[in-house]
């Protein structure tokens, strides 16, 4: 089969790479328990499936070479469920007869090291976001304390957009910082958008709030850059109110991804509030 871009699916090739891929990974490198019984070598069909958010068939019958032509987006779902590189991610998306996204620009596709890291944090709040503020992957806790924030699309994926486009955003956070967050997300937009270029969404984003809201429109005449966030953030969550936390940045440099990672001072207040988070888990959201 052909798809619309002229490559052919090479469906024996896409058989043997999704089989070696699954078994070459252990459950506890995607943060997933062992088991005393365990007999699987690697990871098991299912388990492939739930991680790049499939049905179990319709993996199984990817990985037996029976299945229909994936998708672009079935198969990146399928790399990023298995931890592959960016290098494999492309060798998957030709196997299956389609032509990867062009390289440079920050994309969806997080690397392995960071998720593998992410997946051992279950009991921390943590996120992976783009250089763009989109939300790409959050622990159990990490939706605790802000929401489900991967689900947005189109430009309401920032958080530097939502910030301008829908000022309910700005409740997470405490009011004293408000103003300060105003100038860190233009600042940063301004950077991506010139080291991106105006057709990028950098470019795209910033048009659109230049052409919608007065005040992204007065901060972006100031042309400040070099704006950095501080190591404390200051949340306000719906149930548990005001907490403090520090904020430890791993960034990826190959792909533009940082992961952020969420603590409290021992003893705090706001340590014993993050115990109370996982109790009271996403609920007010």
Request: hydrophobic share 40%.
């Amino acid at each position: 089969m052909v798809d619309s871009e002229g490559m052919q699916i090479d469906r024996a090739g896409l058989s043997e790479f999704l089989l070696r891929r699954r078994t070459a990974l252990q459950p506890e490198d995607v943060g997933l328990p062992r088991g005393a019984r365990r007999r699987t070598t690697g990871l098991r069909r299912e388990e492939v499936a739930a991680l790049s958010h499939m049905s179990a068939d319709y993996y199984a019958r990817l990985e037996r070479g029976t299945g229909p032509h994936p998708s672009a987006q079935m198969i990146a779902s399928i790399a990023q469920g298995l931890h592959l590189s960016l290098d494999e991610r492309d060798h998957l998306l030709r196997l299956a007869g389609h032509q990867p996204p062009a390289r440079g620009a920050s994309g969806d596709h997080i690397g392995p090291g960071l998720l593998r890291i992410l997946d051992r944090l279950n009991d921390t709040p943590a996120e992976i976001v783009s250089e763009l503020g989109e939300t790409l992957r959050q622990t159990p806790l990490g939706v605790a304390l802000t929401g489900e924030t991967t689900g947005f699309t189109g430009p309401m994926r920032s958080i530097g957009y939502r910030w301008f486009a829908d000022p309910a955003s700005r409740r997470l956070y405490a009011a004293e910082d408000h103003e300060f967050l105003s100038r860190l997300w233009v600042s940063g937009l301004r950077e991506v958008a010139t080291r991106r270029g105006p057709a990028s969404r950098a470019g795209a984003y910033a048009e659109l709030l230049l052409g919608s809201s007065e005040e992204f429109r007065a901060l972006w005449e100031r042309h400040e850059v070099g704006i950095r966030p501080g190591a404390t953030k200051h949340f306000v969550h719906p149930e548990l109110g005001a907490l403090e936390l520090s904020c430890q940045t791993l960034v990826d440099p190959a792909e533009s991804h940082a992961l952020l990672v969420y603590t409290a001072s021992p003893g705090s207040e706001s340590h014993e509030k993050l115990q109370l988070l996982s109790v009271i888990g996403a609920q007010a959201f």
